[in-house]
């Protein structure tokens, strides 16, 4: 079945009674390359347990079942339950389970489907809820591998580097836990129905070992403070974000060789780790 093709996938959806729900984030690709180029470059293969949020009539479902080990679809819109059954049903290496990414017990759902494989996941997310399911997905360490797709702008903003307007906390915390590449754009054309904005698919490696040995929550503490008021310097910032006189911050901030006026937003990991070693000291 050509599940791509809207000849195809509108008479199925309207056979079992199924309208798109911009609240679900539901825009289904239509453009057969697109989900073949994804699960291409995720580099899922059949050692992979693969984890596909948001499968809606299967069409990325079915290219990654060629390739991984396991599918385990997680979709939140029972409607699409009886669709899934009938595009993906076929596929003895996929699973369909109805349910919300945000309420799953991920360590759970990975430990009792992809024994023996390395977990990883790969989706064209619901745009509504990139940021808490890509916070959800890196925070947990459970995949070696997150290949989505997701706005253009935020996208640019997970793999921004120091320095460049899309700089922000978010982008620290994929580097972080991450390598993040950006792969390719894709076109609005290639969805039904057709969003307003351009996406990207980038693909999110798990670091080996940390970007940096630190007190995690004191780091991630720091870099909010520092991007909440990303137009003062970094001594201000910080001074309105912790609990530390602005004397004992512009202090850590020399002892790290920075200059008196530097900015949050040119800082990268090595830097943060700096600082929040020095403002560590001065905090005890
Ligand atoms: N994978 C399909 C494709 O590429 O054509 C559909 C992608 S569509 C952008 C997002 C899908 O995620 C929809 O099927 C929607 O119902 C589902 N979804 C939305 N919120 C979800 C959630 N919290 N948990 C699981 N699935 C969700």
Redesign the pocket.
Known sequence: MEL?DLKVIMPLLERHGFHF?KS??????IAPW??ERIAAESGVGERTGVL??????????AELAKRAGRVLA????GR?MPVLAETVGEFENVTVLN????A?DLPELVDRYFGGLSPAVC???????TSP?LTKLIGSGLFGTVTV?IQREVARRVCAKPGTADYGAFGVFADFYCRAKLLFDVPPDC?QPRPKVTSSVIRLERRDALAANVDEKLFFRIVRAAFNQRRKTLVNALSSGLTLGKGEIAEAVAACGLPEAVRGETLGIPEFAALTEEIGRRLT
Do not use: H
């Open positions: 791509t729900s679900k984030g539901q825009n289904f690709l697109v989900p596909e949020i948001g499968p809606g009539v299967g069409c990325l479902t997680l979709e939140i819109d699409l349910g919300d990414v945000m799953a989706a064209n997310l619901p745009y509504n809820i399911v797709m969805f």
